[in-house]
């Protein structure tokens, strides 16, 4: 609810940017404010206004008006009226800050020596697309500070006569080096063209400020057959980081907001100070945690196997300052952390002091932070390890990335986030496991550990047992715009696996996919349930490729679907998806286990008092369970899940939730603008809102896949 006064909207207003001359504008608690404004800049050199920064280009000559078309959000944190806010693009930038009372900063691109005015201004109330307690910021990855840098110095150049022993002295050298600089200078142990095997290692280990980088994914190969030295074949910090000892909260922390309140800012032996990552977590609340039917009981190590255990959610924060018993960070919470649920942060730790019958956490946090590292333009294959291993492993790391890589043939994650921030995996072909099975060995992307604020973007990930697997991770985290396809079992090559999605152990939440093509997207609980998770703008198709790469044919005889949420998994959105192939057909015959079946056709969602089964292909099967198999859909996720604005191929239409008045879909949740990656191509390329052609271009991660494949 929002009330201007006349006086408030004056189209010919000579104050800048303002909203005095007795206008009031009042919320309901998180209510949101779009503003759409037209803004005309001058040489006008009325005091109390000032331009700063360049957060958004907004052209104009300086004396015509200039509109603006994407609205702007501010959101009130408490009800009733209000003195301070700020209005913020869609990407989380802040644009337009300052009081209700006063004038207002705008950061954009204005010339030198001109202010700016609002001239006009119109406000609505329709409501967030998605509502406001499902959304966080998304702002993942290295986009916070500028996007992934370029290392130019080398420090060392190595060929494959070099042997592992050297190639790692000149990793650690390296790292002492930037060092030496202060930081400043990151530097590049390059490895030329050619294989290097290195069998029998430990892998290699990044260290802070150095990128390990070869001559192209095509060119370089580093190869670890395995050989019972489970390791991966290159790791970013420190293997296996143990949680020290903690500081409860003394205040709940609130979703959204920026600060923690402890006991104490010294924990595991370590004062709290600026720079510092730190986890905040909780025991299990039960509204928000079911630990499903397969961990063991409380205090069972297996309720300790990817989290601090017994306190699966969580999120792992940069401190900015501490301040007394406050400590501020620098994304917001994602989630709120409460007192009643002994919330309390801790560090990471090498061990020491730990309790060995909590798996040696609870000591000291001693652990040496890795920054700014990254694995760059080579191929890696062979990886052995299961969860901790793999073929490309982070742990405890901040600002770090893989780039330009070929990861394949891994047994384990082929690249794994291990309570990480802020680190990113882009431009990439992951595929192909060894075994294509449950259990840790067959899994392409993992985000674990309370891994928070991560990008996953413009990659091919192909040929695994889950594309994705997020085991209490942290929120905050986006799979953008990647193409992932067939997902199977080596024994249930008949059976559609989980395609993209927050998965296999309590408690994700707040994660995004977006701009994705997959056969599906599902959640499970076999470990675990997942909350908070949000769908937007991809296309899922309800069909695996059935590449002819593949080392056995699939066949999508059963549990077909476009959307799966399964029990226990509450508050999912979607928003914008486009469900389903144009043409699509029916399966029917004998499934590879000589049974028969007949899809029959096609159906917009399952029968929820028949969930389990097999027959005409749903474009949303909600509230199932792959594992136990209910006849009846959980009333809980039929409850909480959300959907909005998306397009399937057995309505040919989009279907709006009827109680939402608003349908303006935003390009993006975490982008401002076309991403580079894009190209020549249309963007959004998922156009959910235009049934016509909901489709208005292809993925360039799906074309490169489709080149690689028929090549």
């Known amino acids: 609810m929002i009330v201007l006064s006349d006086a408030a909207k004056n189209a010919s207003c000579d104050a800048i940017c303002a909203l005095a001359n007795g206008g009031s504008i009042e919320f309901l608690d998180g209510a949101t404010l779009l503003v759409v404004f037209t803004l005309q800049t001058t040489a006008f050199e009325d005091a109390g206004t000032s331009v700063v920064g360049a957060a958004r280009a907004i052209g104009g000559d300086g004396t015509n008006p200039v509109s603006i078309s994407n609205p702007l959000v501010a959101t009130a944190t408490d009800a009733g009226s209000f003195d301070t806010y700020q209005v913020k693009s869609s990407g989380g930038s802040v644009l337009w800050s300052g009081s209700a009372t006063a004038d207002f900063q705008f950061n954009g691109d204005i010339a030198d020596g001109q202010k700016a005015r609002i001239i006009d201004w119109t406000f609505t109330t329709d409501g967030d697309i998605i509502p406001a307690e499902r959304l966080t910021l998304w702002d993942p990855g290295l986009n916070a500070v500028g996007g992934i840098p370029t290392y130019t110095t080398v420090f060392a150049s190595m060929t494959t006569s070099d042997s592992y022993a050297d190639i790692q002295d000149a990793l650690d050298d390296a790292h002492t080096a930037w060092l030496g600089t202060g930081g400043t200078v990151g530097q590049v142990v390059l490895l030329a063209a050619g294989t290097y095997d290195i069998s029998g290692t430990q892998g290699f280990t990044v260290l802070s400020g150095v990128v390990l980088r070869g ?378 286990h000589a049974n028969s079946y007949d899809q029959i056709g096609f159906t917009y969602q399952a029968d929820i008092h028949n969930v389990d089964v097999d027959g005409p292909v749903p474009m949303w099967k909600l509230g199932y369970d792959g594992t136990e198999h209910p006849t009846e859909a959980d009333p809980s996720v039929l409850a909480t899940t959300y959907r909005h604005g998306n397009f399937d191929y057995v309505t040919n239409d989009i279907v709006w939730d009827s109680t939402v008045s608003n349908q303006n879909i935003p390009d993006s949740l975490y982008l401002s603008s076309k991403p580079d990656f894009m190209g020549s191509k249309a963007w959004p390329w998922v156009v959910a809102e235009n049934p016509s052609d909901p489709l208005a271009d292809t993925l360039p991660a799906h074309d490169r896949f489709v080149a690689w494949s028929e090549a």
């Open 215 to 592: 001559a192209g994914f095509d060119a370089t190969f580093l190869t670890k057959v395995s050989d019972g030295a489970t390791y991966p074949v290159a790791i970013i910090g420190k293997r296996w980081p143990k949680y020290s000892a903690g500081s409860l909260l003394t205040i709940d922390g609130v979703k959204d907001e920026y600060t923690v309140t402890l006991a104490s800012t010294t924990v595991g032996g370590h004062a709290i100070v600026a720079g510092d990552l730190i986890v905040i977590n909780q025991e299990p609340d039960p509204d928000f945690v079911d630990w499903g039917t397969h961990v063991g009981p409380p205090g069972d190590p297996s309720r300790g196997w990817f989290n601090e255990r017994d306190r699966p959610l969580g999120q792992i924060c940069e401190v900015v300052s501490v301040v007394g018993s406050v400590v501020t960070v620098n994304t917001p919470l994602h989630h709120s952390f409460s007192t009643a649920f002994a919330a309390h942060v801790c560090m990471f730790g090498d061990g020491t002091g730990g309790d060995p019958d909590l798996g040696n956490n609870g000591g000291d946090a001693n652990l040496e932070q890795t920054q700014y590292a990254g694995i760059e333009d080579l191929c890696v294959e062979y990886g052995d390890g299961d969860d901790g291993g793999g073929n490309l492993h982070m742990f405890a790391s901040k600002y770090c990335w893989i780039k330009n890589v070929e990861s394949r043939y891994s047994t384990g994650h082929s690249v794994n986030l291990d309570g990480c921030f802020r680190c990113e995996v882009r431009d990439s072909f992951i595929h192909s496991t060894v075994d294509p099975n449950p259990g840790g060995a067959g899994y392409g992307t993992g985000c674990n550990g309370y891994a928070s604020d991560c990008l996953f973007e413009n990659n091919i990930i192909w040929n695994f047992n889950k594309v994705t697997v997020c085991r209490a991770s942290g929120g905050g985290n986006v799979w953008g715009y990647n193409y992932m396809d067939d997902m199977y079992g080596s024994s249930y090559r008949d059976i559609v696996e989980i395609g993209c999605g927050p998965n296999h152990y309590a408690c994700s939440h707040h994660e995004l996919f977006e701009g994705n093509r997959a056969p599906n997207y599902d959640t499970e609980s076999f470990w675990g349930n997942s909350i908070y998770g949000t769908a937007f703008r991809n296309h899922f198709t309800a069909l695996r490729r059935n590449d002819s790469h593949l080392p056995d044919p699939l066949l999508d005889a059963h549990n077909r679907r476009a959307v799966g949420v399964q029990t226990s998994c509450w508050w999912h959105s979607f928003v914008g998806n486009v469900l389903g192939l144009s043409g699509q057909t029916p399966l029917s015959g004998t499934d590879l």
